[in-house]
Antibody, heavy 125, light 114 residues
Framework: EVQLVESGGGLVQPGGSLRLSCVAS????????MSWVRQAPGGRLEWVAS????????YYVDSVKGRFTISRDNAQNSLYLQMNSLRAEDTAVYYC??????????????????WGQGTRVPVSS | DIVMTQSPDSLAVSLGERATINCKSS????????????LAWYQQKPGQPPKLLIY???TRESGVPDRFSGSGSGTDFTLTISSLQAEDVAVYYC??????????FGQGTRLEIK
């Protein structure tokens, strides 16, 4: 059974830093693209960052570029999100998500077939 | 960025009746080279993460009941639940993956029982 378990969230002041972790099990973690997606209090989902299998391709939404860093440790089946210079608008539940693999095309799609339960990050003074 | 707009924002349907949710993209998500619409639907129940229901606009994810169906092409898409069950109460989101990696989601449609 695929499981993704996030941790590391918590109240942080504006300008502060936080490191989120996501531990994966039930699939060959090192073979999959992974992403972070956040959900603001109003409910809107927003893609944050994506990372390929060996960590050499990283992509970010414009609003977090230069502040957030996505990384992974395949030996530990873990995905990370280092968040610096946090702002009030970063307040959200952060989910790690597994990309769907299309066995026919052998392509990793930007559809997310498994999500963690999320970790809450309130940014407030 | 492609803006995804769902309608209605909320919907109340009687058990056993049909529920229809619409999603409109600000530009086409149909890739002409493979004739695929880069559009997915997710279901999010209270206190749970989103769950992938449909991708390529009309392909059901494994294990999703066949009362869920997706249709549409280009910029206009529909998620239909043919016979609403109590467990279908949720917020539903559409998502485009045409402009990967900069994917975007709709604002969500809340589905309730009338």
């Amino acid at each position: 059974e695929v499981q993704l378990v996030e941790s590391g969230g918590g109240l942080v002041q504006p300008g502060g830093s936080l490191r989120l972790s996501c531990v994966a099990s039930g699939f060959t973690f090192g073979s999959y693209w992974m992403s972070w997606v956040r959900q603001a209090p109003g409910g809107r989902l927003e893609w944050v960052a994506s990372l390929n299998q060996d960590g050499t391709e990283k992509y970010y939404v414009d609003s977090v570029k230069g502040r957030f860093t996505i990384s992974r440790d395949n030996a530990q089946n873990s995905l990370y999100l280092q968040m610096n210079s946090l702002r009030a608008e970063d307040t959200a539940v952060y989910y790690c998500a597994k990309h769907r693999y299309d066995f026919l095309t052998r392509y990793y799609e930007y559809y997310f077939d498994f999500w963690g339960q999320g970790t809450r990050v309130p940014v407030s003074s | 960025d492609i803006v995804m707009t769902q309608s209605p924002d909320s919907l109340a349907v009687s058990l056993g009746e049909r529920a229809t949710i619409n999603c409109k993209s600000s530009q086409t998500v149909l890739f002409s080279s493979n004739n695929k619409n880069y559009l997915a639907w997710y279901q999010q129940k209270p206190g749970q993460p989103p769950k992938l229901l449909i991708y390529w606009a009309s392909t059901r994810e494994s294990g999703v009941p066949d009362r869920f169906s997706g249709s549409g092409s280009g910029t206009d898409f529909t998620l239909t639940i043919s016979s609403l069950q109590a467990e279908d109460v949720a917020v539903y989101y559409c998502q485009q993956s045409y402009t990967t990696p900069s994917i975007t989601f709709g604002q969500g449609t809340r589905l309730e029982i009338k």
